[in-house]
């Protein structure tokens, strides 16, 4: 049941929104996860995990600016 419903949510989203905007999101997770760790269990990442969290962080960003010119341009 845990993994059911957002998986369907997350098929679901397709409908309103890009794949690209989507694939984001689902990339975001793990940040999603840490931040609800730092908040819920009061569990601070190491040093190499925030070195990956601000990659992903950093190429969701990239992304996003990048489609949102590419729409501009359109």
Partial sequence: MFTAVPHVLTVLS????TVTTASLIMCLNP???IVFAIIVLAEL???N????????ISVAIYEAAR???KKKSN
């Fill in 67 to 69: 489609v949102g010119l």
């Fill in 31 to 33: 940040f999603y996860s």
């Fill in 14 to 17: 397709f409908r309103n929104l």
């Fill in 49 to 56: 995990v925030v070195a990956g969290g601000v990659i992903v």
């Fill in 45 to 47: 990442p190491d040093k």
